[in-house]
Protein backbone atom coordinates (compact mmCIF):
# COMPACT_ATOMS: atom_id res chain seq x y z
CA UNK A 1 0.00 0.00 0.00
CA UNK A 2 1.39 3.12 -0.88
CA UNK A 3 1.95 5.83 1.80
CA UNK A 4 2.75 9.45 2.67
CA UNK A 5 3.88 9.49 6.73
CA UNK A 6 3.98 13.11 8.28
CA UNK A 7 4.43 13.64 11.98
CA UNK A 8 0.92 15.04 12.81
CA UNK A 9 2.66 17.53 14.99
CA UNK A 10 1.59 20.30 16.20
CA UNK A 11 4.62 21.83 15.47
CA UNK A 12 5.30 25.06 17.46
CA UNK A 13 7.75 27.94 16.10
CA UNK A 14 8.16 31.35 17.22
CA UNK A 15 7.86 34.34 14.77
CA UNK A 16 10.68 34.86 12.35
CA UNK A 17 11.93 31.32 12.95
CA UNK A 18 12.88 28.35 10.23
CA UNK A 19 9.92 25.60 10.53
CA UNK A 20 10.82 22.26 9.43
CA UNK A 21 8.57 19.90 7.86
CA UNK A 22 9.19 16.54 6.71
CA UNK A 23 7.57 13.75 5.10
CA UNK A 24 8.58 10.21 4.21
CA UNK A 25 6.79 8.21 1.27
CA UNK A 26 6.88 4.46 0.40
CA UNK A 27 6.35 4.21 -3.13
CA UNK A 28 9.75 4.55 -4.77
CA UNK A 29 8.18 5.30 -8.08
CA UNK A 30 6.58 8.85 -7.03
CA UNK A 31 8.08 11.20 -9.43
CA UNK A 32 6.16 14.43 -8.47
CA UNK A 33 6.03 15.86 -4.84
CA UNK A 34 3.68 18.27 -3.39
CA UNK A 35 2.90 20.36 -0.43
CA UNK A 36 -0.57 22.01 0.24
CA UNK A 37 -1.29 23.97 3.05
CA UNK A 38 -4.39 23.95 4.37
CA UNK A 39 -6.33 25.96 6.39
CA UNK A 40 -8.69 24.84 9.43
CA UNK A 41 -12.22 24.21 7.36
CA UNK A 42 -10.73 25.14 4.00
CA UNK A 43 -9.65 23.27 1.50
CA UNK A 44 -5.75 22.58 0.72
CA UNK A 45 -3.82 25.57 -1.22
CA UNK A 46 -0.85 24.54 -3.50
CA UNK A 47 2.62 25.85 -2.02
CA UNK A 48 4.78 24.44 -4.18
CA UNK A 49 5.63 21.02 -6.48
CA UNK A 50 9.00 19.60 -6.80
CA UNK A 51 9.93 16.86 -9.84
CA UNK A 52 13.92 17.08 -9.10
CA UNK A 53 16.17 15.97 -6.29
CA UNK A 54 17.79 19.21 -4.67
CA UNK A 55 16.20 22.35 -3.56
CA UNK A 56 13.75 24.73 -4.68
CA UNK A 57 13.13 27.62 -3.56
CA UNK A 58 9.83 30.07 -3.96
CA UNK A 59 9.74 33.45 -1.84
CA UNK A 60 9.90 32.40 2.28
CA UNK A 61 9.56 28.32 0.86
CA UNK A 62 11.69 26.17 0.01
CA UNK A 63 11.26 22.36 -0.45
CA UNK A 64 13.59 19.68 -0.75
CA UNK A 65 13.72 16.02 -2.33
CA UNK A 66 15.70 13.58 -1.89
CA UNK A 67 14.70 9.94 -3.82
CA UNK A 68 17.26 7.72 -2.68
CA UNK A 69 15.92 8.46 1.07
CA UNK A 70 12.08 8.67 -0.22
CA UNK A 71 12.60 11.76 1.93
CA UNK A 72 10.75 15.46 1.11
CA UNK A 73 11.01 18.36 3.12
CA UNK A 74 9.02 22.27 3.27
CA UNK A 75 11.16 24.81 5.09
CA UNK A 76 9.42 28.22 6.01
CA UNK A 77 11.82 30.91 6.80
CA UNK A 78 10.75 34.18 8.67
CA UNK A 79 7.44 32.58 9.94
CA UNK A 80 4.85 34.37 10.60
CA UNK A 81 1.62 33.52 12.45
CA UNK A 82 -0.79 33.28 9.06
CA UNK A 83 1.54 30.68 8.46
CA UNK A 84 -0.17 28.41 10.70
CA UNK A 85 -1.91 26.03 9.64
CA UNK A 86 -1.78 22.02 8.51
CA UNK A 87 0.29 21.18 5.89
CA UNK A 88 -0.05 18.73 3.76
CA UNK A 89 2.43 16.44 1.41
CA UNK A 90 1.20 14.31 -1.44
CA UNK A 91 2.71 12.16 -4.07
CA UNK A 92 2.10 10.76 -7.29
CA UNK A 93 1.57 7.02 -7.59
CA UNK A 94 3.46 5.02 -9.83
CA UNK A 95 2.42 3.53 -12.92
CA UNK A 96 0.11 6.36 -13.51
CA UNK A 97 0.26 10.37 -12.78
CA UNK A 98 -3.45 10.93 -12.37
CA UNK A 99 -3.61 10.11 -8.74
CA UNK A 100 -1.41 11.43 -5.98
CA UNK A 101 -1.38 9.78 -2.61
CA UNK A 102 -1.53 12.73 0.82
CA UNK A 103 -0.12 12.24 3.86
CA UNK A 104 -2.62 13.40 7.45
CA UNK A 105 -0.88 16.37 7.64
CA UNK A 106 1.47 18.64 9.89
CA UNK A 107 -0.14 20.67 11.79
CA UNK A 108 2.18 24.27 12.40
CA UNK A 109 1.82 27.03 14.66
CA UNK A 110 3.72 30.18 14.74
CA UNK A 111 3.89 31.54 18.01
CA UNK A 112 3.63 35.87 17.78
CA UNK B 1 -10.07 34.35 -12.90
CA UNK B 2 -9.85 30.48 -13.68
CA UNK B 3 -11.05 28.47 -10.70
CA UNK B 4 -12.75 25.55 -9.60
CA UNK B 5 -16.06 25.86 -7.97
CA UNK B 6 -18.16 24.43 -5.51
CA UNK B 7 -21.79 24.73 -4.91
CA UNK B 8 -22.93 24.51 -1.84
CA UNK B 9 -20.37 25.32 0.34
CA UNK B 10 -22.51 23.67 3.24
CA UNK B 11 -25.06 21.40 2.79
CA UNK B 12 -27.35 19.94 5.37
CA UNK B 13 -29.36 16.53 4.65
CA UNK B 14 -31.16 14.21 6.49
CA UNK B 15 -30.47 10.58 6.88
CA UNK B 16 -31.18 8.89 3.97
CA UNK B 17 -32.29 11.68 1.43
CA UNK B 18 -30.29 11.81 -1.54
CA UNK B 19 -27.81 14.52 -2.19
CA UNK B 20 -26.11 15.99 -5.36
CA UNK B 21 -22.53 17.96 -4.98
CA UNK B 22 -21.75 20.36 -7.61
CA UNK B 23 -18.31 21.20 -9.07
CA UNK B 24 -17.45 23.40 -11.90
CA UNK B 25 -13.93 24.33 -13.65
CA UNK B 26 -13.03 27.35 -15.53
CA UNK B 27 -9.21 25.64 -16.07
CA UNK B 28 -10.25 23.58 -18.81
CA UNK B 29 -8.41 20.62 -17.42
CA UNK B 30 -8.86 16.82 -18.20
CA UNK B 31 -9.19 15.60 -14.88
CA UNK B 32 -11.40 15.85 -12.60
CA UNK B 33 -11.24 14.50 -8.70
CA UNK B 34 -13.73 13.95 -5.90
CA UNK B 35 -12.41 13.71 -2.49
CA UNK B 36 -13.54 13.50 0.81
CA UNK B 37 -11.72 14.10 3.86
CA UNK B 38 -12.12 14.19 7.41
CA UNK B 39 -11.00 16.20 10.65
CA UNK B 40 -7.47 15.70 10.89
CA UNK B 41 -7.21 12.80 7.90
CA UNK B 42 -6.07 13.09 4.52
CA UNK B 43 -8.52 13.43 2.05
CA UNK B 44 -9.16 10.41 0.43
CA UNK B 45 -9.82 9.65 -3.18
CA UNK B 46 -13.87 8.64 -3.89
CA UNK B 47 -13.34 8.98 -7.71
CA UNK B 48 -11.70 11.07 -10.91
CA UNK B 49 -12.84 11.56 -14.63
CA UNK B 50 -10.19 11.24 -17.28
CA UNK B 51 -11.68 13.33 -19.68
CA UNK B 52 -15.01 10.68 -19.94
CA UNK B 53 -12.99 8.43 -18.13
CA UNK B 54 -14.69 7.35 -14.76
CA UNK B 55 -12.13 5.61 -12.67
CA UNK B 56 -13.66 4.12 -9.45
CA UNK B 57 -11.78 3.74 -6.39
CA UNK B 58 -11.87 0.12 -4.73
CA UNK B 59 -13.20 1.21 -1.58
CA UNK B 60 -15.56 3.81 -2.19
CA UNK B 61 -19.05 2.59 -1.40
CA UNK B 62 -21.81 1.61 -3.63
CA UNK B 63 -23.75 4.41 -2.50
CA UNK B 64 -21.43 7.51 -3.93
CA UNK B 65 -22.15 8.22 -7.78
CA UNK B 66 -19.91 10.63 -10.45
CA UNK B 67 -21.38 12.16 -13.46
CA UNK B 68 -19.59 14.16 -15.85
CA UNK B 69 -22.00 15.76 -18.69
CA UNK B 70 -19.38 17.87 -19.96
CA UNK B 71 -15.75 18.98 -19.65
CA UNK B 72 -16.62 21.72 -17.31
CA UNK B 73 -18.84 20.18 -14.74
CA UNK B 74 -18.89 16.98 -12.37
CA UNK B 75 -21.40 16.14 -9.61
CA UNK B 76 -20.96 13.89 -6.93
CA UNK B 77 -24.25 12.46 -5.70
CA UNK B 78 -24.96 10.07 -2.67
CA UNK B 79 -27.87 8.18 -2.99
CA UNK B 80 -28.65 8.05 1.01
CA UNK B 81 -26.68 9.32 3.12
CA UNK B 82 -25.38 8.10 6.37
CA UNK B 83 -24.33 9.98 9.44
CA UNK B 84 -20.79 8.68 8.72
CA UNK B 85 -20.85 10.65 5.51
CA UNK B 86 -20.59 14.06 6.94
CA UNK B 87 -17.67 15.38 5.95
CA UNK B 88 -15.64 17.96 3.53
CA UNK B 89 -15.81 16.87 0.09
CA UNK B 90 -13.04 18.88 -1.97
CA UNK B 91 -13.50 18.68 -6.14
CA UNK B 92 -10.05 19.20 -7.65
CA UNK B 93 -8.65 19.68 -11.47
CA UNK B 94 -5.46 18.67 -13.07
CA UNK B 95 -4.71 19.38 -16.59
CA UNK B 96 -2.68 16.65 -18.16
CA UNK B 97 -1.12 13.75 -15.66
CA UNK B 98 0.22 11.92 -18.79
CA UNK B 99 1.94 15.13 -20.20
CA UNK B 100 3.69 15.70 -16.80
CA UNK B 101 0.90 18.21 -15.74
CA UNK B 102 -0.40 16.45 -13.17
CA UNK B 103 -0.38 19.03 -10.07
CA UNK B 104 -3.97 19.38 -8.15
CA UNK B 105 -5.95 21.71 -7.91
CA UNK B 106 -8.53 22.13 -4.99
CA UNK B 107 -11.88 24.07 -5.09
CA UNK B 108 -12.79 25.49 -1.55
CA UNK B 109 -14.98 22.36 -0.64
CA UNK B 110 -18.38 21.76 0.16
CA UNK B 111 -19.01 20.96 3.94
CA UNK B 112 -21.81 18.01 4.23
CA UNK B 113 -23.58 17.56 7.52
CA UNK B 114 -26.10 15.00 8.13
CA UNK B 115 -28.83 14.54 10.63
Known amino acids: QKEVEQNSGPLSVPEGAIASLNCTYSDRGSQSFFWYRQYSGKSPELIMFIYSNGDKEDGRFTAQLNKASQYVSLLIRDSQPSDSATYLCAATNSGGYQKVTFGTGTKLQVIP | DAMVIQNPRYQVTQFGKPVTLSCSQT?????MYWYQQKSSQAPKLLFHYYDKDFNNEADTPDNFQSRRPNTSFCFLDIRSPGLGDAAMYLC??????????????FGPGTRLLVL
Open chain 2, 92 to 105: ATSRDPAGGQETQY
Open chain 2, 27 to 31: LNHNV
